[in-house]
T-cell receptor, first 110, second 115 residues
Framework: QKEVEQNSGPLSVPEGAIASLNCTYS??????FFWYRQYSGKSPELIMF????GDKEDGRFTAQLNKASQYVSLLIRDSQPSDSATYLC??????????FGIGTKLQVIP | DAMVIQNPRYQVTQFGKPVTLSCSQT?????MYWYQQKSSQAPKLLFH???????NEADTPDNFQSRRPNTSFCFLDIRSPGLGDAAMYLC??????????????FGPGTRLTVT
């Protein structure tokens, strides 16, 4: 079992729809959870982090965490073509153990 | 603006010829990381520094070394690059002074080509 699992996609959604990106992790001691956006050929850009169960909203983005189910998700409302990128889930246990998922490629169709 | 800077952005080296990639940061973060990312793969942590303490990942080849002469700078040395080392190399920083989150901030990366 991979430590952090993501469906590599591509996930295709029409412009204006909600994109739902999912991530599961295996280490129950994980403390913080991050979503990064990575455009092709570019470095990862931090979008959101969450460390408490529940939802956290920032503009069009909502991160959801369920530690009991070891599940974290990212919702993107009103998806735009500029949201087309790979979304990396990162799971952190202290500063020294950071594990990235393979990323989900999102395509927003105009 | 506070940031993480990597130089060069693109590096071409010959098989077996040593190469050094550099990273600097103005965030004053105490933790610095080096990742290797190949196409369509997750970033793979090579090593990190917590202040001056070096921490190597168990599966990082001996061919990869690192130096951190001060808080702001960190270098990645590849002693004898092979074709399989062609990748994007990402430097990231974080700080344990911001609480438990340890969010990482990435530089723009260096794309290494080995010929």
């Amino acid at each position: 079992q991979k430590e952090v699992e993501q469906n590599s996609g591509p996930l295709s959604v029409p412009e204006g729809a909600i994109a739902s990106l999912n991530c599961t992790y295996s280490d129950r001691g994980s403390q913080s959870f991050f979503w990064y956006r990575q455009y092709s050929g570019k470095s990862p850009e931090l979008i959101m982090f969450i460390y408490s169960n529940g939802d956290k909203e920032d503009g069009r983005f909502t991160a959801q965490l369920n530690k009991a189910s070891q599940y974290v998700s990212l919702l993107i409302r009103d998806s735009q073509p500029s949201d087309s990128a790979t979304y990396l889930c990162a799971v952190v246990r202290g500063y020294q153990k950071v594990t990235f998922g393979i990323g989900t490629k999102l395509q927003v169709i105009p | 603006d506070a940031m993480v800077i990597q130089n060069p952005r693109y590096q071409v080296t010959q098989f077996g010829k040593p190469v050094t990639l550099s990273c600097s940061q103005t965030l004053n973060h105490n933790v610095m990381y080096w990742y290797q990312q190949k196409s369509s793969q997750a970033p793979k942590l090579l090593f990190h520094y917590y202040d001056k303490d070096f921490n190597n990942e168990a599966d990082t080849p001996d061919n990869f070394q690192s130096r951190r002469p001060n808080t702001s700078f960190c270098f990645l040395d590849i002693r004898s690059p092979g074709l399989g080392d062609a990748a994007m190399y990402l430097c990231a920083t974080s700080s344990d002074e911001t609480g438990q989150n340890y969010e990482q901030y990435f530089g723009p990366g260096t794309r290494l080509t080995v010929t």
